[in-house]
Every structure is written in structure tokens, then in C-alpha cells.
């Protein structure tokens, strides 16, 4: 049989490249060598010491040089015996020609494993500090007029009052002519109202929804109406076109201006503090008889009416000392004949506030249109 006689110069090995334990790697590496070894001793040596110098690479890169010495296309050490077979007699060529190919798959092998080592190492190395506090996941939170209205809704809920959903757009019928407002009463240009048709626009509040609720029930009705409402206003610091208001309504037998006085007395305790300063004052609606407006202490100059420096006035109640907070009066006789209650038989108060003064009053937000901005710097405070 014809011996190894060397790979004649062609891609040699370095001196000192076989210092890697191939058999740590590969455990059948010295089961691998002893086939070898049967088959030609010189060629199992080369064998070793090619598995030995894949097994040292330092690192990747390495791995990828010595990879390319043992069987690259042009120099490899393994490609030059293969291009030495076609020369060989019959019998050697088989035999040999089978375990370069297994050497070439083994080698493959350990190539393989050393690449494996050295990533887990590298990975260890970059440095998984289980020690460094994890990033908290972004959550969100309710947004400030949210959080006022559930307060609201969860305190008229204690006081038994169920939540009723009516259009955000009506009819002029609803709008108005039912709450009372006759056809060419100037109090409807006063709400400033966005027209969708002739008889169509946007609710311009959320009293509408008393009509609608009365038209399909009976009293006794103890009801809250939250929801957006629209007006085509001049928008300022406490002005805007779209905002939110929450009517109230109580409708029995025997309800008194008393019963409207203790609940919105209870409300504004509940909603701004104990130590809260109000006022009721007289004023005109054309859907209660009469009316009244509540007024909490302004939540910016804190009743005083003058700008921080004093110098100019509360850019919020505009020197007023106090803002309007809602609405409120027992129902107008008119509105039960419209609906088909007998206001004979039948008393009850109604009240409105806006979700966004209540919001400011509580927060002490100076400016009405935070609300709807989604500015984060803002809403994250809440
Ligand atoms: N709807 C009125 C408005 O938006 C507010 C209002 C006043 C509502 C008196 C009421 C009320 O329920 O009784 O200006």
C-alpha cells in the first residue's frame, strides 16, 4: 500500500498550532484517530494534528484561519492528499479515498464544536448581569377627565342615581325645543351651536338626555348623563369647542329645592374637599324654574381674582374670584308637558357641570385645553 508521503509543501501546518484537546471537544476523537491509524499511521498523525489545531483556535476569527489551513481550496493541508488520489492504484484509492472523507467530516465535526465553545464563551463574556433592574413596560393610565368622572359617576351611583346614554348629535327638538328654549329665543345663539343640517347639529350639553329618558320612562327617575358636548366657541385658556359635561336629574313626587341644595352640597364636598368655598347664586335657564348656578372659589388665584403677581387679573375666572361650576334648578314645568309628565304630580331638580372646570377646580389645571393636547408632560401627572 502506498504510505503518506507528506503533503509536499502544500499548505503545511504552523509549528505549534496542535495544542487544543480535540478529545474534550470530540469524544470519539481517539476512536477516530485508531481507524486512522489502521489504515495509514502518517495520515492519522496528520489527522491529530489537524483536530488539535482546530481545538486551539483562540477565538473566532482564529477558528475561521485554521479552518481555511486545514481544508481551504487552494493550500489546505487535507485538499492537497485529495488531489494526490487519482495517481494512486486502484485499491488505495478506495480505501484512502474513504477516510479522507471521513477525516474531512470529522474534522468538520470538531471545527463545529470549538465554534460552539467559543460563542458560549463570548456570550458569557459580553456579561448578562441578572443584577440590573429589568425596564418597566410602559402602562398607561386613565386620563384626568376620566378619572374625574368615575369619581362622579361612582359618588351619584351612592347616591342612586343609574347612568343614561343619549346622541352626541340631536335635533334641535332635543336641544332645545323641548328643554323649554322657544323657536327664536336668543339663548339658542348664546350655546353657539355647530349645525350639521337644518335641524341637526351637535349637542351643545347634555340635557338633551333628561327629554329622552323621560319620553320612555316613568318617575321615579334618578338619572346621570356623561358624554361630550360641542360648541363653536372662541377657544382660550378656559374655553374650548368640544368638552365634557354630566347632567343630573331627579324626578318624584315632592322634590324640593332642599333635596337640589343637599346634593350638590354633597357633591361638592365629595368631589373638591371638605373644606371646599362655594356659592349658589340665581340665574337664568330656560329648562328649570328656578335656577341656579354653583360657583367653587377659583382653583388658580384662590378667590382673589388677580394673576400671581397680582398685578393683572386670573387669567382663568378673569377677575371674577370664583367659576362657574354648574347649572342647576328644578325642572321647568314646560319640559314635563313636553315629555307627558303632569307637572302637577310631578317635581324634580336638575343639575350639569363640565367635566373639564371640575378637572381644573380639582387639579388646579390653569389651562382647558391641556385636556385634549396629549401632551404626555401632562397627563402623566395625574
Ligand atoms: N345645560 C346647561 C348648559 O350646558 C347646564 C345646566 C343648567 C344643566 C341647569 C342643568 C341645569 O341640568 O339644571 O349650559
Redesign the pocket.
Known amino acids: 500500500m502506498t504510505r503518506y508521503e507528506g503533503n509536499r509543501g502544500r499548505g503545511a501546518f504552523p509549528e505549534d498550532w496542535d495544542r487544543g484537546d480535540a478529545r474534550a471537544l470530540v469524544p470519539s476523537h481517539e476512536a477516530q484517530v485508531q481507524e486512522l491509524t489502521a489504515i495509514d499511521a502518517a495520515f492519522a498523525a496528520l489527522y491529530d494534528r489537524a483536530a488539535r489545531g482546530l481545538a486551539a483556535a483562540a477565538d473566532l476569527e482564529d477558528l475561521q484561519q485554521r479552518a481555511v489551513i486545514v481544508s481551504g481550496r487552494e493550500r489546505g493541508v487535507l485538499t492537497a492528499l485529495l488531489e494526490e488520489l487519482p495517481d494512486l492504484p486502484l485499491e488505495d484509492r478506495r480505501l484512502r479515498g474513504g477516510a479522507y472523507n471521513r477525516a474531512k467530516r470529522w474534522l468538520a465535526q470538531v471545527e463545529e464544536a470549538r465554534r460552539a465553545q467559543l460563542e458560549r464563551a463570548a456570550e458569557g463574556a459580553a456579561g448578562l448581569d441578572v443584577t440590573v433592574p429589568g425596564r418597566r413596560p410602559w402602562v398607561g393610565h386613565r386620563h384626568p377627565l376620566a378619572i374625574v368622572r368615575d369619581e362622579l359617576l361612582d359618588l351619584f351611583h351612592g347616591l342612586g342615581y343609574s347612568v343614561y346614554s343619549s346622541p352626541e348629535v340631536e335635533t334641535d327638538e332635543y336641544n332645545f325645543t323641548k328643554l323649554n328654549f322657544p323657536p327664536d329665543h336668543p339663548a339658542r345663539d348664546a350655546?353657539d351651536t355647530c349645525w350639521v343640517s337644518e335641524r341637526v347639529l351637535l349637542r351643545?350639553?347634555?340635557?338633551p338626555g333628561?327629554v329622552r329618558a323621560m319620553e320612555q320612562r316613568r318617575p321615579p327617575l334618578r338619572l346621570v348623563f356623561p358624554g361630550r358636548?360641542y360648541r363653536a366657541e372662541q377657544v382660550d385658556a378656559s374655553h374650548m369647542d368640544q368638552f365634557h359635561?354630566m347632567?343630573?336629574?331627579f324626578v318624584d313626587r315632592r322634590v324640593s329645592m332642599a333635596d337640589l341644595k343637599a346634593t350638590l352640597h354633597t357633591f361638592a364636598r365629595a368631589i373638591l374637599g371638605p373644606e371646599v368655598k362655594t356659592r349658589l347664586i340665581p340665574i337664568y335657564?330656560p329648562?328649570?324654574e328656578p335656577?341656579c348656578q354653583l360657583d367653587v372659589a377659583c382653583a388658580i388665584c384662590g378667590g382673589t381674582g388677580r394673576s400671581a403677581d397680582g398685578k393683572a387679573p386670573c387669567p382663568v375666572c378673569k377677575g371674577a374670584g370664583f367659576s362657574e361650576l354648574?347649572?342647576?334648578?328644578m325642572?321647568h314645568p314646560n319640559v314635563f308637558r313636553a315629555v307627558g309628565y303632569d307637572p302637577e304630580e310631578f317635581t324634580g331638580?336638575?343639575?350639569?357641570?363640565?367635566l373639564e372646570r371640575i378637572a381644573m377646580a380639582r387639579f388646579g389645571v390653569p389651562e382647558i385645553r391641556l385636556f385634549l393636547e396629549n401632551d404626555q408632560r401632562f397627563l402623566r401627572q395625574f
Open positions: 350655546h351643545t350639553h347634555t340635557s333628561w358636548v359635561q347632567d343630573g336629574l335657564f329648562f328649570v335656577g354648574l347649572g342647576a334648578g325642572v331638580f336638575a343639575f350639569g357641570m363640565g
